[in-house]
């Protein structure tokens, strides 16, 4: 008596490409944490950028800094020439922290 296979073969390559595309279009798929918050100059600046930002912020000044806020750092790290006034620190947090 002669087996014969479950399924033809023709079918089984058709379902393994599926398979495969299937695969391939989950893994390609970004996470939510990854997509751009804003863009700055080109550059995309994500959740996960905002969010370990104002960790260091916390962190550093013992407080708890606006969203507003961390975008504005962000975006004086990001563009270091724009607007020296407003991305500078003040100074006399410049001279506290010099000694």
């Known amino acids: 008596m002669i087996k014969t296979p479950a399924l033809p073969i023709p079918f089984r390559r058709l379902a393994f490409g ?7 279009a989950i893994a390609m798929t970004g996470r939510v944490d990854a997509q ?13 950028d905002i969010e370990q930002r ?6 550093s000044s013992r407080r708890t800094p606006t969203r507003n806020e961390v975008v504005e750092e962000l975006e004086c790290t990001i563009i270091p020439g724009r ?12 001279s506290e922290g010099m000694g």
Do not use: E, H, S, Y
């Open 18 to 24: 599926a398979a495969v595309a299937f695969l391939t």
């Open 54 to 59: 104002a960790k260091l912020i916390q962190l």
């Open 36 to 48: 751009a918050i804003v863009l700055v100059n080109g550059d995309p600046v994500t959740q996960f």
């Open 83 to 94: 607007g020296r006034r407003r991305c500078a620190a003040p100074r006399n947090d410049v």
